[in-house]
């Protein structure tokens, strides 16, 4: 059997979803599309159900045309992954924005702020996926931010204390992961990329709250985590910060005791030592074989090649081919010709 190939999430918008996101040509200020995503999708008119649903569309073809297997709805009704989820939560402030400065003083950005007491409102991804859904028979994977990550990207001006909005984070989350397994979702993907980052902080309290996003989920739910190690803010930007890479060790044996089905790591822009896959003895790995902040594409030889050394570590069914984390940058010729390395490789390992 090849090896199953999926997305992670972001995927280039299309040209005829004028809805701004993060990965928009020339925007270093991501706050520039939460402040204007309600307004551009306003501007779609009665034509934005429409519009939204044929760019789904052509998303989930461009990547069952390229050979994945489980792909994503590219997230293209978001402006991004984490503030389009807090819109649909209490307690968020998307009117009166907070500057931050993050990274050490390397980014500044005006971010939505908790006001108020965060809960769950009516469920919103449901009908995301099953208009994803409608327009291929494979399995559609729905992607959510995790609580660490949310707190991370809002200000709060409530709580006080990243423990005990992580823990409401993960309360309101959960409702809308047994909304999508009630709904039919297989494939649900919590996105933790703040992991890596602050490893000491995941495995003192981030893991206990991921399970608590899974809490109640029924059988046959593969409860996927995503743990990049850092976006750039454009293509082929060469000094941007990542993750430690002792991270992913941090954090491999903890994750493979947990709830956690799949987890999702990046191998391509900066690979591992594939003795960290040893340390997954349970848990099946999304490997990331592409890169998604260069514009070199690479050969079908040197992804199969990664591939199979990662399978001297791995049994086959515990590996899934990946990019390393969403798409966005690329646009959309290169994102398909990459892509379509990624299901040549898989099938032909």
Same mark, same amino acid.
């Given at each position: 059997?090849?090896?199953?190939?999926?997305?992670?999430?972001?995927?280039?918008?299309?040209?005829?979803?004028?809805?701004?996101?993060?990965?928009?040509?020339?925007?270093?200020?991501?706050?520039?599309?939460?402040?204007?995503?309600?307004?551009?999708?306003?501007?779609?008119?009665?034509?934005?159900?429409?519009?939204?649903?044929?760019?789904?569309?052509?998303?989930?073809?461009?990547?069952?045309?390229?050979?994945?297997?489980?792909?994503?709805?590219?997230?293209?009704?978001?402006?991004?992954?984490?503030?389009?989820?807090?819109?649909?939560?209490?307690?968020?402030?998307?009117?009166?924005?907070?500057?931050?400065?993050?990274?050490?003083?390397?980014?500044?950005?005006?971010?939505?702020?908790?006001?108020?007491?965060?809960?769950?409102?009516?469920?919103?991804?449901?009908?995301?996926?099953?208009?994803?859904?409608?327009?291929?028979?494979?399995?559609?994977?729905?992607?959510?931010?995790?609580?660490?990550?949310?707190?991370?990207?809002?200000?709060?001006?409530?709580?006080?204390?990243?423990?005990?909005?992580?823990?409401?984070?993960?309360?309101?989350?959960?409702?809308?992961?047994?909304?999508?397994?009630?709904?039919?979702? *297989?494939?649900?993907?919590?996105? %933790?990329? #703040?992991?890596?980052?602050?490893?000491?902080? +995941?495995? @003192?309290? $981030? &893991?206990?709250?991921?399970?608590?996003?899974?809490?109640?989920?029924?059988?046959?739910?593969?409860?996927?985590?995503?743990?990049?190690?850092?976006?750039?803010?454009?293509?082929?930007?060469?000094?941007?910060?990542?993750?430690?890479?002792?991270?992913?060790?941090?954090?491999?044996?903890?994750?493979?005791?947990?709830?956690?089905?799949?987890?999702?790591?990046?191998?391509?822009?900066?690979?591992?030592?594939?003795?960290?896959?040893?340390?997954?003895?349970?848990?099946?790995?999304?490997?990331?074989?592409?890169?998604?902040?260069?514009?070199?594409?690479?050969?079908?030889?040197?992804?199969?090649? *990664?591939?199979?050394?990662?399978? %001297?570590? #791995?049994?086959?069914?515990?590996?899934?081919? +990946?990019? @390393?984390? $969403? &798409?966005?940058?690329?646009?959309?010729?290169?994102?398909?010709?990459?892509?379509?390395?990624?299901?040549?490789?898989?099938?032909?390992?």
């Amino acid at each position: 059997m090849p090896l199953l190939t999926t997305t992670i999430g972001a995927y280039p918008k299309p040209k005829s979803v004028k809805i701004p996101d993060w990965f928009d040509p020339g925007a270093m200020d991501s706050s520039v599309a939460t402040r204007d995503y309600v307004q551009a999708v306003a501007k779609l008119g009665a034509e934005a159900e429409k519009v939204i649903a044929q760019g789904v569309k052509e998303v989930i073809e461009d990547q069952v045309a390229c050979g994945i297997d489980i792909p994503t709805d590219g997230e293209v009704k978001r402006e991004n992954y984490v503030h389009y989820h807090c819109r649909h939560l209490e307690g968020f402030d998307f009117e009166h924005l907070t500057h931050r400065v993050l990274r050490g003083g390397a980014y500044e950005t005006d971010l939505p702020t908790v006001r108020g007491p965060v809960k769950a409102r009516a469920p919103f991804l449901p009908g995301d996926w099953k208009l994803a859904q409608s327009f291929t028979e494979r399995p559609v994977k729905m992607t959510l931010p995790g609580p660490m990550t949310i707190t991370d990207t809002t200000a709060d001006e409530h709580y006080g204390d990243p423990i005990a909005l992580g823990r409401d984070l993960a309360e309101a989350l959960n409702q809308e992961v047994l909304a999508l397994a009630e709904a039919g979702c *297989r494939h649900i993907q919590i996105d %933790e990329p #703040l992991f890596a980052r602050k490893p000491k902080e +995941a495995l @003192d309290y $981030g &893991l206990e709250n991921i399970a608590r996003c899974w809490q109640g989920v029924p059988d046959g739910v593969i409860k996927t985590m995503h743990m990049c190690c850092g976006y750039p803010n454009y293509l082929d930007q060469q000094d941007y910060a990542k993750a430690d890479p002792r991270a992913y060790f941090d954090l491999a044996q903890a994750v493979d005791e947990s709830v956690v089905d799949a987890i999702s790591i990046e191998d391509a822009h900066r690979p591992n030592d594939l003795s960290l896959l040893d340390l997954f003895q349970n848990t099946t790995v999304i490997f990331g074989v592409i890169a998604i902040a260069r514009s070199r594409v690479e050969t079908v030889e040197e992804v199969r090649e *990664r591939l199979k050394a990662a399978l %001297e570590h #791995l049994p086959p069914e515990r590996l899934v081919a +990946a990019p @390393d984390c $969403g &798409l966005g940058h690329l646009g959309r010729e290169l994102a398909m010709k990459k892509l379509k390395v990624l299901g040549q490789a898989a099938k032909s390992v």
